[in-house]
């Protein structure tokens, strides 16, 4: 009887982790998905739904908050955002890449201490860099320009970059190098034709990461730019606010707008970033 009651107790065991984990994600799904209902349900109103019956459903439903938002150039506003997220992708990867595979797989002296120099830069918070940036972007004669954005973005995203690439093509098998090299090849084309075709999951999911930060941020775009015709999408929702108004209805409908490409994005790649989470390549 005694195995019995063991497999017994164990089996109630295993139900009750079951059930705490499935109330967990319950939990954690709702906290995700409550904010964006509740950003639907905001955009659908005008500023006297808004503060009288904010977490109500109420009639009529104001479709016209959509129009608004994007005949207030939001459109344009998103294609700026896109050429500042994929300008500033390719120029963080492409040298992080390149200085992760010099880290990895080459050797050289005084590597390590200038590799713990690199990871010394994620120490410092963002924050303290935005004054020193903006006078920089002001000596090279960059304020309200693209490359304003494209710069500080890529500069930015470097160190987290090599710290996560360097880390995955260590973890690569050594006899793949040696292969190569015993057939000839040169380090450029080992790079090119084995470490990145075999890294595309952790590429793909730096580029998502990097991707989300830039199209979200606010503080940076308002700091650097004056020119409306540059202003990202982010930026340019600050149309609906203002000192005595703001209008809430196109400004949530905005937000709705802007939120659509990276919703589209992480749902085509989401295979792609579940991979690049689950290689191991951002372990240490």
Do not use: C
Not at 87 to 96: D, E, F, I, N, Y
Not at 106 to 135: H, W
Not at 177 to 199: K, N
């Amino acid at each position: 009887m005694a195995p019995l009651t063991r497999r017994f107790s164990e089996s109630v065991d295993l139900r009750r982790v079951q059930w705490v984990s499935h109330a967990i994600l319950i939990v954690l799904l709702l906290l995700t998905i409550i904010p964006v209902l509740l950003l639907l349900l905001f955009s659908f109103k005008n500023n006297t739904q808004f503060f009288s019956q904010r977490f109500e459903i109420t009639l009529p439903l104001y479709v016209n908050n959509y129009t608004r938002a994007w005949n207030a150039d939001i459109g344009k506003y998103m294609l700026n955002s896109l050429i500042y997220t994929v300008g500033s992708v390719t120029l963080t990867l492409v040298p992080a890449s390149l200085s992760a595979y010099v880290f990895a797989r080459l050797r050289f002296y005084g590597k390590e201490v200038l590799f713990y120099m690199v990871l010394g830069l994620l120490m410092i918070p963002g924050v303290l860099t935005l004054i020193p940036s903006f006078i920089l972007i002001i000596d090279l004669k960059l304020l309200s320009t693209r490359w304003a954005f494209w710069l500080p973005y890529a500069a930015g995203g470097q160190a987290f970059a090599i710290l996560v690439l360097r880390t995955s093509f260590a973890g690569l098998p050594e006899d793949l190098f040696e292969s190569a090299r015993v057939d000839g090849a040169r380090e450029i084309r080992i790079f090119w034709s084995i470490v990145l075709p075999l890294s595309l999951p952790i590429l793909g999911t730096l580029a998502l990461l990097q991707a989300n930060v830039i199209w979200n941020d606010l503080i940076w775009p308002l700091t650097i730019n004056t020119n409306p015709e540059l202003k990202p999408v982010m930026a340019g929702l600050m149309i609906f606010t203002g000192i005595f108004r703001t209008e809430y209805g196109p400004l949530f409908a905005g937000y709705v707008l802007a939120s659509l490409p990276m919703i589209v994005l992480f749902a085509f790649t989401s295979r792609l970033f579940i991979r690049g989470l689950m290689s191991g390549a951002i372990r240490m």
